[in-house]
């Protein structure tokens, strides 16, 4: 099917749902038509922001309109998979939030019937558009790194809390998909472990170690009880090492000509061999300021319009990212056991 203009609805008007209302408002090519929220306070806000668009709450009324052919999904994550079948059931296109759902078999279950439907399912893995992840991947494969030797993010802040997932959840996401998207996969394995500081009821923070095919090892921290807002990844390779700070605007990324070099001198007190460490330049490349939330919904219009699956963040590269936090989330509340991935 063609459009001249295609026409989404909006489920969830929190945080990021007012967000994807302007992106989709002003992007050509594409209007919102209604948006869906139980809470009046936050349709009576998009109301006064957007003054064409239909308000309502209760979703069913987006999935029964017969002009709205996509559908973003923003609303909590214990919602996901419930909205997001629906959606396709009832033929529309679909943009969700991450994680797609909580389950491996209910992604599965999404992935296949979108294939049914002809529809386009997509997850809102927004820093797969960022432009600084994009160049860590080129970086990556154009070989300039070397061998990865390991890398580690960091995502804390204090707080927003939330009471519908823990911390895991609610921000790891983004660091597997990006070290998915970089790593060309997913971790064969991992090991994990967490915390609940300010209740009994979910984990505020949590390490987990992810081991990538290539001997290549992740770390990801995540929180909501630290002193400082941090958004950082680093790679460390065998001939240079890369560090991305999503808060800098100036520079974010920050490339390291350091290295470590083995020498076959013979030294009769300690070896054959000594680790020196090369120090050279720092470098930081020029990288494009464009919006990501605004590129996913580009592509995500693209999709729609050509009749074509998403590469970049489709239901496969979803439900990796939820095999993984269900594997992470068992390591967890197994006190750090190893769990392997199949």
């Not at 099917?1 to 209302?21: A, D, Q, T, Y």
């Not at 997932?165 to 064969?188: E, M, R, T």
């Not at 290539?214 to 929180?223: E, F, K, Q, R």
């Amino acid at each position: 099917m063609e459009f001249n203009r295609i026409n989404i609805g909006v489920i969830g008007c929190g945080h990021w749902g007012p967000n994807h209302i302007r992106i989709f408002s002003h992007l050509p090519g594409s209007s919102v038509l209604m948006c869906a929220d139980p809470d009046q306070s936050r349709l009576e806000s998009v109301k006064n922001s957007f003054l064409n668009i239909q308000t309502t709450a209760d979703h069913k009324a987006i999935f029964n309109n017969p002009d709205i052919h996509a559908v973003c999904i923003a609303a909590p994550t214990n919602t996901h998979y419930a909205l997001a079948k629906e959606a396709l059931e009832c033929g529309k296109h679909v943009l969700c939030e991450k994680p797609l759902a909580m389950k491996p078999e209910e992604c599965h279950e999404l992935k296949d019937l979108a294939e049914r439907k002809k529809k386009v399912l997509m997850v809102g893995h927004i820093f797969l558009f960022n432009a600084g992840i994009v160049w860590l991947k080129e970086c990556i494969g154009s070989g300039e790194l070397g061998k990865i030797h390991y890398a580690y993010s960091t995502r804390t802040n204090l707080g927003p809390f939330r009471y519908d997932v823990n911390a895991l959840w609610d921000l790891a996401p983004h660091d597997i998909s990006i070290f998915n998207y970089l790593f060309d996969g997913s971790p064969v394995n991992v090991s994990a472990r967490g915390q609940k500081c300010l209740g009994e009821s979910h984990e505020d923070l949590a390490f987990a170690t992810l081991e990538y095919p290539h001997d290549i090892l992740a770390n990801v921290h995540v929180s909501w009880l630290d002193p400082r807002k941090v958004r950082q990844i680093t790679i460390v390779g065998d001939k240079k090492m890369v560090v991305w700070d999503d808060l800098d605007n100036i520079g974010p990324i920050k490339l390291y000509d350091k290295h470590v070099e083995k020498t076959k001198k013979f030294y009769e007190t300690y070896g054959e061999f000594q680790l020196l460490s090369k120090e050279g330049s720092v470098m930081i490349p020029k990288v494009g300021a464009s919006e990501p939330l605004k590129k996913q919904g580009e592509y995500f219009l693209s999709c729609i319009a050509k009749g074509i699956a998403p590469e970049v963040s489709d239901a496969s590269k979803g439900l990796d990212v939820v095999r993984t936090l269900c594997a992470i989330q068992t390591s967890m509340e197994h006190q750090g056991s190893l769990i392997k991935i199949s």
